[in-house]
């Protein structure tokens, strides 16, 4: 279940920062995901890594990986992002989807660190782009 959610949140009436959302994502590996049409899961990602693209989660699944049901190309995408240190919701953004078919080297790098215990076993990678997500909040 995605952290608390009072109404209103204080992300519907101050949208954070890019620099808070970037220290929130870089103090916790996981978020909520609810891809369109499908249950919430909570997965893991990585943040904005050097070499990979700014501003964007990127989360490795299928094969012996986190199955994340509906997370596919051009899936529209919610994501609840927590306030670190708490168990409520820093903000909760609206993106889309986009496959990496070739996730560069540094990338790969930053997924296989991120995975600690065990090797590789993602069938493929998929971006978020929260930074935009984010700005498109912000402006709204």
Do not use: Y
Request: one cysteine or more.
């Amino acid at each position: 279940m995605p952290p608390a959610t009072g109404s209103p949140t204080r992300a519907e009436i101050f949208p954070p920062t890019r620099p808070e959302l970037d220290g929130a994502l870089r103090k916790s590996a996981v978020v909520w995901l609810t891809p369109s049409g499908h249950p919430t899961r909570l997965v893991w990602g990585v943040f904005s890594p050097r070499g990979g693209p700014d501003g964007t989660l990127l989360v490795a699944c299928g094969g012996s990986e986190q199955q994340v049901p509906g997370l596919v190309e051009g899936a529209d995408v919610t994501v609840v992002v927590a306030r670190p240190g708490t168990r409520t919701a820093l903000c909760t953004l609206s993106c889309t989807a986009h496959e990496l078919v070739a996730p560069e080297p540094a990338v790969l790098a930053a997924l296989t660190t991120a995975r600690r215990n065990a090797g590789p076993g993602w069938s493929h990678v998929l971006g978020l782009d929260l930074a935009r997500a984010l700005g498109a909040t912000a402006a709204g």
